[in-house]
Nanobody
Framework: QVQLVESGGGLVQPGGSLRLSCAASGFIFSIYAMGWYRQAPGEQRELVAVITRGGTTNYPDSLKGRFTISRDNAKKTVYLQMNSLKPEDTAVYYC??????????WGQGTQVTVSS
């Protein structure tokens, strides 16, 4: 069955870094666009980063320069490198697989907490 399993979340101090991983299985990873979203308590889920099957990346302007998404099709894994973390980056981070907006899969989420 389809699985997206996130890992790498945790507690980090402001200014620190984390790298999230999302291991995929059960579908043809290489043809899907992959993305990271986040949801803070009381807030709507928002896009953090997306990478197309061709490797093109896109970020909200507010996160450009701090977050980097990448993918390894051989390992069926997508990564999110997060640098210069701020308390407002605290959220549950979700991995997403999307095929032309027709099929979409979600992971269970991993908690990222930025606090001193």
């Amino acid at each position: 069955q389809v699985q997206l399993v996130e890992s790498g979340g945790g507690l980090v101090q402001p200014g620190g870094s984390l790298r999230l991983s999302c291991a995929a299985s059960g579908f043809i990873f290489s043809i899907y666009a992959m993305g990271w979203y986040r949801q803070a308590p009381g807030e709507q889920r928002e896009l953090v980063a997306v990478i197309t099957r061709g490797g093109t990346t896109n970020y909200p302007d507010s996160l450009k320069g701090r977050f980097t998404i990448s993918r390894d099709n051989a390992k069926k894994t997508v990564y999110l490198q997060m640098n210069s973390l701020k308390p407002e980056d605290t959220a549950v981070y979700y991995c997403n697989a999307d095929l032309n907006s027709v099929v979409a899969y979600w992971g269970q989420g991993t908690q990222v907490t930025v606090s001193s």
